[in-house]
């Protein structure tokens, strides 16, 4: 069995009485991909901000390598090892793509309380950055501003940034959204070749792709787990059918 | 216009001011000390504003609280000595910068202004309101502090020239820090933060602490103008704490564009020409339009924030863009 | 301390507070509805008071001043939302900041030039001028009441509009989102501006009323808008409740923040020093919750 890299123990939030996301649980494993999938408003977002501590969670509990995280701020849980991405694409529009990495890439320092150094001197976070702009097959637009990057490439460009910070968890929400097939296409292309060396947790509203890439499937509904397992099994789930899949793919 | 360019144009614009006690009247180099003064202190304030995007209206603090630790410092009818008093005031700023950041740093947005202003007048009401060092008059420094070592006195501040081209040096001392400090991997955390502070905070970078220590540094070079003025003018009052001095500090680096360190110190510079100017508008009939000279500059303020939105460093990059564009063009 | 004195001290933390929450509460609807920051929120309270001063003596009636007054403040905020507020809707608040800045210097020099820089003082009206006795050598003036009793009937008409009409829906559904404002079908150019002249007003109203109790003077405004932006600080900006909350409680700890450290100090420093209270109360609310008592988390 691969190493679990994160485990939630029903994992609940509500906004006023409204239950976004209740009693989740579930697993992502190193050099596997889970995909959780449902229809809009089922939560998934809300799940994904909680694992990344841009939301504290109501109640449940989630663990990263094996150690509670449940209520840290978002800065402590990127340092054990988790970077996301986000739905809409957040980069710094103003900076280079180059320095939209560089910048992820010094987070990973011990501390950038430095105030005498050029940070461009950074011999070590230059490379990494350099590395991450690669793997998301960027290298050629380092020099470019971000905003003068096409949609894709800014997609790309937000995977690159979350690869700089040298995670071993992605959580990636959507990062198919918006894109054209051939876009798409060289997007599945990296996330295959990513998942080799991280544990993917994947949002997603392309069923092809989720299809293709995924290792384990949960679909929710309402903010509740409806089923969870391997494709093929989801793929035959009758309820899942009904509830989901049916309707999204005509 | 690049900040290459714009470092030329400051040297330049440095080197010219070096000369001018060898040709300008008494009122001119303190003028222009007074003029870089306030650019060390608007560019202590770009820092936050520019850089950081921490819009505090209330900068003004950590400038008096330095100048009124150098008035507290010195005995009566005696002098303090300049390498202690300095560091002890700039501290005394710093220090504050820290409590009030402990604070204000928490808040966001619209809360960040309101409350920089109150912990602001606070201190105002606080010297203004209280017997502590001369009330709502303020309190003069009768002898300038001494900057003797040993018996050696490298230079003399009763002399208004020696204190022009002290406060020239501090002035190239900060630029530079600044420079050197933005350009650190600190100063990227800082543009980050400005540009999207929930993204830095996900890429893992606890934001809270580089703002607060922004907001410090910020202070203490502050208050390193603060102690310049009060050896300057050897006055100390509740007005240097108060928000019209926020608001003039935030103005100049609106106004000469903010997030550029050069733009403020032009904001400063236009700034203190036109309080100049307008002070001395002539009276015209039984309407004396000099003495209301804040009616003018408040309508200006207003005219100006609808106006220049990038400062007037923005209004001639696209100035100059516009012509390039109209050379460029063939002739049709 | 002697329950007569608690007393008094208690309408007078009372009064304070009602009379801060008149000037808060148009900070905070301006600022809920429009999205504005106005700085010079606290200039109008100066208006006010000269208003009530000049008009008083000019007519010769406070009863008929006061509406006068009313009027002329609802036309200046008028007029400064079609000449200047307007512009800023969709700027950033630092530019708001800004402009309102500038105005504040505007409005201070032409109070110099229409009124000039004297003290000045209005008579508290004859049929309020009586005092309650309570002991025998303490009692409490009506006029006082009567401004607390001003007060609250704003508040309640305040509630009523929140509460009851259209222009309410869009206030409890913290609409400064302009889409939702114009599908239900409101011209939001009108709403806007009554809005700016209403929340002036109420600063403006509030400088009238405490006028004939304070004295008339350059710059008193000011004290006032900071006081004002601590109550939003505590009470979360935007929110009428809070509004009132928070002004009840800083006028009551201010009141009662003088009494105690005049009881325990005796210094003559130390009465100045106790008007720090209300900051102290508001570093801790900034610690505990730094959006407000009834702000939404951001």
């Known amino acids: 069995m691969p190493e679990v890299v994160l485990a939630t123990q029903g994992l609940t939030r509500h906004f006023g009485g409204l239950a976004a996301v209740s009693g989740v649980s579930l697993e992502a494993h190193m050099g596997q991909l889970h995909a959780v999938i449902g229809p809009n408003g089922a939560g998934k977002s809300t799940l994904i901000n909680m694992l990344s501590g841009d939301l504290p969670p109501t109640s449940g509990r989630v663990a990263i390598n094996g150690c509670d995280v449940t209520g840290l701020a978002a800065h402590q849980i990127s340092r054990m090892g988790v970077g996301r991405s986000y739905q809409k694409t957040n980069v710094f529009l103003a900076f280079t793509a180059f320095e939209n990495c560089r910048l992820a890439a010094q987070s990973r320092r011990k501390t950038s309380m430095q ?72 997007m599945v292309a990296l996330l295959k070749k990513l998942v080799e060396t991280h544990a993917i947790l994947l949002v997603e509203h392309d069923m092809d792709a989720v299809f293709e890439l995924a290792d384990r499937l949960t679909v929710m509904v309402d903010g509740q787990v409806l089923a969870s397992g391997a494709p093929a099994a989801i793929r035959a789930n009758a309820e899942v059918q009904e509830a989901y899949l049916g309707e999204s793919h005509e | 216009m690049t900040s290459r360019a714009n470092a030329i144009l400051l040297a330049v614009a440095v080197l010219g001011l070096a000369a001018t006690p060898f040709f300008a009247e008494k009122f001119y180099v303190q003028f222009f000390a007074k003029l870089l003064i306030m650019g060390i202190f608007a560019m202590s304030l770009d820092l936050l504003l520019g850089y950081t995007g921490l819009v505090s209206f209330g900068h003004a ?65 606080l010297f203004h309101d209280t017997k502590i060092a001369g009330g709502n008059d303020g309190i003069y420094i009768d002898v300038r502090p001494v900057a003797k070592i040993g018996d050696w006195q490298p230079f003399n501040l009763d002399n208004f ?121 002539p009276k015209v009939g039984s309407v004396d339009l000099g003495k209301h000279w804040q009616l003018w500059m408040g309508s200006f303020i207003v005219l100006a924030s609808l106006l220049l939105p990038n400062g007037l460093l923005g209004l001639g990059a696209s100035l100059l863009r516009r012509i390039g564009k109209q050379r460029g063009k063939p002739d049709a | 301390m002697e329950f007569s004195t608690f007393l008094i001290q208690l309408l007078n933390g009372v009064q304070y507070g009602l009379l801060l929450f008149l000037v808060s509460s148009g900070l905070t609807l301006v600022f809920g509805i429009m999205g504005i920051i106005n700085i010079a929120h606290g200039s109008f309270y100066m208006v006010g008071a000269y208003l009530a001063w000049s008009l008083t003596g000019a007519i010769g009636n406070f009863w008929l001043a006061l509406p006068a007054g009313i009027v002329i403040s609802v036309l200046i905020g008028m007029l400064l939302e079609w000449l200047v507020i307007r512009w800023l809707y969709h700027r950033d608040h630092l530019y708001q900041v800004l402009l309102t800045y500038g105005l504040i210097l505007v409005v201070e020099e ?34 006082r009441l009567w401004i607390s009793a001003v007060c609250l009937l704003v508040a309640g008409l305040m509630y009523w509009v929140i509460q009851k009409t259209r222009l309410g829906m869009m206030i409890r559904a913290g609409a400064s989102n302009r889409e939702m404002v114009q599908s239900l079908g409101i011209n939001i150019q009108v709403v806007y501006r009554v809005v700016f002249a209403a929340g002036l007003t109420l600063a403006a109203l509030a400088g009238m009323i405490a006028a004939p109790v304070s004295a008339v003077f350059p710059g008193m405004g000011n004290h006032v808008l900071i006081v004002c932006f601590v109550v939003v600080v505590i009470g979360g900006m935007g929110s009428v409740k809070g509004a009132l909350i928070a002004s009840l409680l800083i006028g009551l700890v201010d009141t009662f923040g003088k009494v105690v450290t005049l009881a325990i100090g005796g210094f003559k420093v130390l009465p100045e020093l106790s008007s720090m209270t209300v900051y102290v109360l508001m570093a801790a609310i900034l610690l505990w919750r730094p959006e407000g008592l009834f702000g939404k988390r951001l």
């Open chain 2, 161 to 281: 020239v020696h204190v022009f081209y002290l406060v020239l040096v501090f002035f190239v001392i900060v630029y530079v820090l600044l420079r050197v400090i933005l350009a650190s991997p600190f100063g990227r955390v800082l543009v980050g933060i400005k540009a999207n502070e929930a993204r830095m905070r996900s890429l893992g970078f606890p934001t809270f602490r580089y703002k607060l220590v922004a907001f410090v540094i910020a202070g203490a070079i502050a208050g390193v103008a603060g102690y310049l003025s009060s050896i300057q003018f050897g006055v100390v009052n509740p007005e240097m704490m108060g928000w019209h001095l926020s608001g003039a500090v935030m103005m100049m680096v609106i106004l000469g564009g903010m997030g550029t360190l050069t733009g403020p110190i032009i904001g400063a510079a236009v700034w203190m020409l036109l309080e100049l100017g307008l002070q001395g508008l």
């Open chain 3, 110 to 143: 032409l109070r110099s030039v229409l009124w000039g820089d004297d003290v000045r003082g209005v008579d508290i009206p004859k049929i309020l001028s009586a005092s309650i006795p309570l002991t025998e050598n303490q009692s409490y003036p009506v006029y």
């Open chain 1, 115 to 186: 105030f005498f150094r050029p940070a461009v001197n950074l011999t070590e976070v230059n490379r990494s950055a350099e590395e991450a702009l690669a793997a998301a097959g960027l290298d050629g637009r380092a020099g470019s501003v971000a905003s003068a990057l096409s949609h894709g490439e800014q997609r790309q460009l937000e995977i690159a940034m979350t690869l700089a910070t040298r995670p071993k968890l992605l959580l990636l929400d959507e990062p198919l959204a918006g894109m054209g097939a051939e876009e798409s296409a060289s």
């Open chain 2, 61 to 125: 603090a950590f400038y008096g609280a330095s100048a009124y630790t150098l008035a507290i410092l010195t005995p009566q009818y005696q002098a303090a000595n300049f390498w202690t008093s300095f560091p002890i005031a700039i501290a005394v700023s710093a220090t504050l910068a820290l409590v009030i950041g402990f604070f204000v740093v928490r808040t966001h947005g619209i809360y960040f202004i309101m409350v920089t202003l109150a912990f602001a007048q606070m201190l105002f009401f």
